[in-house]
């Protein structure tokens, strides 16, 4: 591979980066040091695209330089579905304490980061997220103790564990327990009588929250959020096959968990007003 921009020393790291982004991707050579698209502010080291996405590596001294994260709310702006990771090689230099500086901010933006070790190996350490997805640090402080462990969880999964869908997923699940069990404690103190409902038999979110709103269990607006949220959460199930479809998804996907989460902030208060009790 030729390089014109990366800085000679640094060629046989991005050499080891391409093969071992191309691998773990299922993915041909890297183009290199072109720009992706013109409304995307970065021509990356190397990039790939595929059907939904676009991959890219950035090749630097470190796990997280400068020009990566000056860049980094351009990209995000953008909306495009992108993957950034940076490649470094493993005799950086830098103190322990700086490298774990930088590991915690690609985890902190949801970029990922390839170790390359001077026999030429490459290991992705952390394979970071598609960028429009990036959520900020939650505050975890505004929910109430039996739900705030549920929500740190979910946003550990969702950007230092590089698995949003999962993530949300967690939420959803979640949500539709809480509220299961609300329903549970309504029809032993007789209070919801609809047949369809028989403990611990299974029932959709959707027609046991219509059954629960019909017969005025709780708070309706709470309940209608959370019904709306179990449709929409499987609504972006499914795979997207296009770029197109991969924007939309990601969009709905990051507003699913921050719809999720204000359930969670917002639930325990109104089962409590109903004269339940939360339990997970």
């Given at each position: 591979?030729?390089?014109?921009?990366?800085?000679?020393?640094?060629?046989?790291?991005?050499?080891?980066?391409?093969?071992?982004?191309?691998?773990?991707?299922?993915?041909?050579?890297?183009?290199?040091?072109?720009?992706?698209?013109?409304?995307?502010?970065?021509?990356?080291?190397?990039?790939?695209?595929?059907k939904t996405h676009f991959i890219a590596c950035e090749v630097a001294e470190?796990?997280?330089?400068?020009?990566?994260?000056?860049?980094?709310?351009?990209?995000?702006?953008?909306?495009?579905?992108?993957?950034?990771?940076?490649?470094?090689?493993?005799?950086?230099?830098?103190?322990?304490?700086?490298?774990?500086?930088?590991?915690?901010?690609?985890?902190?933006?949801?970029?990922?980061?390839?170790?390359?070790?001077?026999?030429?190996?490459?290991?992705?350490?952390?394979?970071?997220?598609?960028?429009?997805?990036?959520?900020?640090?939650?505050?975890?402080?505004?929910?109430?103790?039996?739900?705030?462990?549920?929500?740190?969880?979910?946003?550990?999964?969702?950007?230092?564990?590089?698995n949003p869908r999962a993530s949300v997923q967690y939420i959803g699940q979640?949500?539709?327990?809480?509220?299961?069990?609300?329903?549970?404690?309504?029809?032993?103190?007789?209070?919801?009588?609809?047949?369809?409902?028989?403990?611990?038999?299974?029932?959709?979110?959707?027609?046991?929250?219509?059954?629960?709103?019909?017969?005025?269990?709780?708070?309706?607006?709470?309940?209608?959020?959370?019904?709306?949220?179990?449709?929409?959460?499987?609504?972006?199930?499914?795979?997207?096959?296009?770029?197109?479809?991969?924007?939309?998804?990601?969009?709905?996907?990051?507003?699913?968990?921050?719809?999720?989460?204000?359930?969670?902030?917002?639930?325990?208060?109104?089962?409590?007003?109903?004269?339940?009790?939360?339990?997970?």
């Amino acid at each position: 591979m030729q390089f014109t921009i990366l800085p000679p020393p640094l060629a046989w790291v991005a050499e080891a980066a391409n093969s071992t982004i191309k691998t773990r991707f299922n993915l041909g050579d890297g183009i290199v040091e072109k720009q992706i698209l013109p409304e995307i502010p970065l021509q990356p080291t190397l990039h790939w695209k595929t059907k939904t996405h676009f991959i890219a590596c950035e090749v630097a001294e470190r796990p997280f330089p400068v020009s990566v994260k000056t860049q980094f709310a351009d990209i995000v702006a953008t909306g495009q579905p992108i993957r950034l990771l940076v490649a470094y090689p493993s005799s950086h230099g830098l103190s322990h304490e700086e490298f774990r500086r930088d590991t915690k901010a690609n985890k902190t933006f949801g970029i990922g980061y390839v170790e390359v070790n001077a026999d030429g190996s490459g290991q992705i350490e952390y394979q970071g997220i598609s960028l429009p997805l990036h959520l900020s640090p939650i505050n975890s402080g505004i929910y109430v103790s039996k739900i705030r462990p549920i929500v740190q969880d979910a946003f550990e999964q969702y950007m230092p564990g590089a698995n949003p869908r999962a993530s949300v997923q967690y939420i959803g699940q979640s949500v539709e327990s809480i509220i299961y069990q609300v329903a549970r404690q309504a029809k032993t103190k007789g209070n919801f009588t609809y047949a369809g409902f028989r403990p611990p038999a299974f029932i959709s979110q959707s027609v046991l929250i219509t059954h629960m709103i019909s017969e005025g269990i709780m708070d309706i607006p709470i309940l209608g959020r959370c019904r709306d949220f179990a449709d929409d959460r499987n609504a972006v199930s499914h795979t997207p096959k296009s770029r197109k479809e991969a924007i939309e998804v990601e969009t709905r996907l990051k507003e699913n968990f921050i719809i999720g989460a204000r359930i969670l902030e917002d639930l325990p208060a109104k089962i409590k007003s109903a004269g339940y009790r939360l339990i997970l």
